[in-house]
């Protein structure tokens, strides 16, 4: 089964940027939708944003024009651009499959503080 790990996380003033990737050990050319999930404590984990193998991207109300989702399906990879960040985007941020079908990884923590 194909692997992932996420990394960029940071502890990040409000305003600021981040950029996540997530790189899978496998091809990920046959898997339609990817996402970023993230989950603060207490909550349940839920997608951030979603990209189909179509350069189709969905978002979620609260990061709408301020994240952009990419991938590379040659590079085997997806990223995550965060611009203009909040306290309430604080969270550990996830890559899977939409539904999500591969093994979770470890994530990676964003913090938004100032």
């Known amino acids: 089964q194909v692997q992932l790990v996420e990394s960029g996380g940071d502890l990040v003033q409000p305003g600021g940027s981040l950029k996540l990737a997530c790189t899978f050990s496998?091809?990920?050319?046959?898997?339609?939708?990817l996402a970023w999930y993230h989950q603060a404590p207490g909550k349940e984990r839920a997608v951030v944003a979603r990209?189909?193998?179509?350069?189709?991207?969905n978002y979620a109300d609260s990061v709408e024009g301020r994240f952009t989702i990419s991938r590379d399906n040659a590079k085997n990879t997806m990223d995550l651009e965060m611009n203009d960040l909040k306290p309430e985007d604080t969270s550990v941020y996830y890559c899977n499959s939409v539904p999500s079908r591969l093994k979770w990884g470890q994530g990676t923590q964003v913090t938004v503080s100032s």
């Open positions: 496998g091809s990920i050319r046959d898997i339609y939708v």
């Open positions: 990209r189909t193998s179509c350069t189709m991207a």
